[in-house]
């Protein structure tokens, strides 16, 4: 495209995407974010020609086809546009696969590498720990280390805790292990690794709860509470009630957070994040109580605001939103109009003290203003303002 004279004005569709994953994830309640991948898979991400010499892709496989050699990180930029939009309150964490995993998926076509463990430890040393370090000092939190494959093992590898140990000294953020499947054959293993959390799949295994429970570790655990690949939505109750399993036979203090089994590149958009917005409101319910359901009031008496009332319409024409506030001899004190129902709400928030308008006051116009924005999308029945006593 740029050979062809196409400039600034092309955009990265897949910015796009990491924004919408990043928006969706906090909307839901997650507190720790991540840019989502959207780019690629767990494999090709990291062992892709442009950021790592000496790989070659044939459809779906990739071979090496000469010793490493890496040329820049394939993550920090989504990482960078994920860190500038998010509220410092809000943690950001970014999945690298660990180098065990990279070396089982790629097959060896020359003779550079003796066999799976040199071939690991070089990925670790010019790949896995040079992304964490540029990860960590572009705006990372924290680092999630994947490894779907070490539960299927027949014998895990004696060598992965030393690749382990290599990425922990390297990090200077905190390192999780997100290992998929049934891992209560393995969970001492796991225990053994220089990692702060170990996220864990209790959905679908939840016998690993007794394994966890009766075996010392040092690391907190990330449990896995809801299928990440499957369209049902887990109501908020079954999740609730693995969480509260968890917690009494684990320890509280022992959890560290709540999260999906694995991935959730497999299903929609929308379905996602109502498994996750399901699972914060679950967490929540466990850990801090059931919401309560509010006492309503009518206004009385010298409740209502002393000066006037507001009125809302929409001008489908110019698609603005007109607020004007009358007095109760219904003359127009102050209008106005704009597309955006946030400044509105910006501009009635800062006269508030002199128009005399209450907080609850405040609190339905900006319910309100929020209907009348919605009722300029296509198709849209017209606004009409509710009214209230």
């Given at each position: 495209m740029?050979?062809?004279?196409?400039?600034?004005?092309?955009?990265?569709?897949?910015d796009w995407?990491?924004?919408?994953?990043?928006?969706d994830?906090?909307?839901a309640?997650?507190?720790?974010?991540?840019t989502?991948q959207?780019?690629g898979?767990?494999?090709?991400?990291?062992?892709d020609p442009r950021?790592?010499?000496g790989?070659e892709?044939?459809g779906?496989?990739?071979?090496?086809?000469?010793?490493?050699?890496r040329?820049?990180?394939?993550?920090?930029?989504?990482l960078?546009?994920a860190r500038?939009m998010l509220?410092?309150h809000l943690?950001?964490?970014?999945p690298?696969?660990?180098?065990?995993?990279?070396?089982?998926f790629?097959?060896?076509?020359?003779?550079s590498y003796?066999d799976?463990?040199?071939?690991?430890?070089?990925i670790?040393?010019k790949?896995?720990?040079?992304e964490?370090e540029?990860?960590?000092?572009?705006?990372?939190?924290a680092?999630?280390?994947?490894?779907?494959?070490?539960?299927?093992?027949?014998s895990?590898?004696?060598y992965?805790?030393?690749?382990y140990?290599?990425?922990?000294k390297?990090?200077?953020?905190?390192l999780a292990?997100?290992?998929c499947?049934d891992?209560?054959?393995i969970?001492r293993f796991?225990?053994?690794?220089?990692?702060?959390t170990?996220?864990?799949?209790?959905y679908?295994?939840p016998r690993l709860?007794?394994?966890?429970a009766?075996?010392?570790f040092?690391?907190e655990i990330?449990?896995?509470?809801?299928?990440?690949?499957?369209?049902?939505?887990?109501?908020?109750?079954?999740i609730?009630?693995?969480i509260?399993?968890?917690?009494k036979?684990i320890?509280e203090d022992?959890?560290?957070y709540?999260?999906p089994?694995?991935?959730q590149r497999s299903?929609?958009?929308d379905?996602a994040?109502?498994k996750?917005a399901n699972?914060?409101?679950?967490?929540?319910?466990?850990?801090?109580?059931?919401?309560?359901e509010?006492?309503g009031?009518r206004?009385r008496?010298?409740?209502?605001d002393?000066?006037?009332?507001f009125?809302?319409?929409?001008?489908?024409?110019?698609?603005?939103?007109v607020a004007t506030?009358y007095?109760?001899?219904h003359?127009?004190?102050r209008?106005?109009r704009?597309?955006s129902?946030?400044?509105?709400?910006?501009?009635?928030?800062s006269?508030?003290d002199s128009?005399?308008?209450?907080?609850?006051?405040?609190a339905?116009?900006?319910l309100?203003?929020?209907r009348?924005?919605?009722s300029?999308?296509?198709?849209?029945?017209?606004?009409r303002q509710?009214?209230?006593?």
């Amino acid at each position: 495209m740029s050979a062809s004279g196409v400039g600034d004005e092309v955009l990265d569709p897949y910015d796009w995407a990491t924004q919408e994953a990043v928006s969706d994830f906090a909307a839901a309640g997650v507190e720790v974010v991540s840019t989502g991948q959207t780019r690629g898979d767990l494999y090709s991400l990291f062992l892709d020609p442009r950021f790592v010499k000496g790989i070659e892709w044939q459809g779906a496989e990739a071979y090496v086809t000469g010793r490493l050699e890496r040329v820049a990180s394939s993550r920090l930029g989504d990482l960078k546009l994920a860190r500038s939009m998010l509220p410092r309150h809000l943690s950001l964490k970014e999945p690298v696969t660990d180098a065990y995993t990279l070396a089982r998926f790629a097959k060896v076509m020359t003779g550079s590498y003796r066999d799976t463990r040199d071939l690991a430890t070089d990925i670790n040393q010019k790949v896995v720990i040079p992304e964490i370090e540029d990860l960590q000092k572009g705006g990372a939190d924290a680092v999630q280390l994947d490894s779907p494959n070490l539960a299927a093992e027949s014998s895990v590898p004696s060598y992965i805790p030393d690749l382990y140990e290599e990425a922990a000294k390297a990090a200077k953020v905190p390192l999780a292990l997100h290992a998929c499947g049934d891992t209560a054959r393995i969970f001492r293993f796991l225990a053994g690794l220089k990692v702060r959390t170990l996220e864990l799949d209790f959905y679908h295994h939840p016998r690993l709860l007794d394994e966890v429970a009766r075996t010392g570790f040092d690391q907190e655990i990330g449990l896995g509470v809801l299928d990440g690949q499957v369209l049902r939505v887990e109501p908020v109750s079954e999740i609730s009630a693995l969480i509260e399993k968890a917690r009494k036979k684990i320890g509280e203090d022992r959890l560290g957070y709540v999260h999906p089994h694995c991935g959730q590149r497999s299903i929609d958009r929308d379905t996602a994040f109502r498994k996750n917005a399901n699972m914060t409101m679950a967490r929540d319910d466990v850990f801090f109580g059931e919401a309560e359901e509010p006492d309503g009031a009518r206004l009385r008496g010298k409740q209502a605001d002393a000066k006037g009332y507001f009125l809302l319409t929409v001008n489908r024409e110019s698609r603005e939103l007109v607020a004007t506030f009358y007095t109760y001899r219904h003359r127009a004190l102050r209008r106005y109009r704009s597309r955006s129902a946030e400044r509105l709400m910006q501009a009635l928030d800062s006269e508030a003290d002199s128009l005399g308008i209450s907080r609850r006051h405040l609190a339905y116009l900006a319910l309100e203003l929020g209907r009348a924005e919605g009722s300029l999308e296509e198709r849209s029945p017209p606004y009409r303002q509710r009214v209230t006593q």
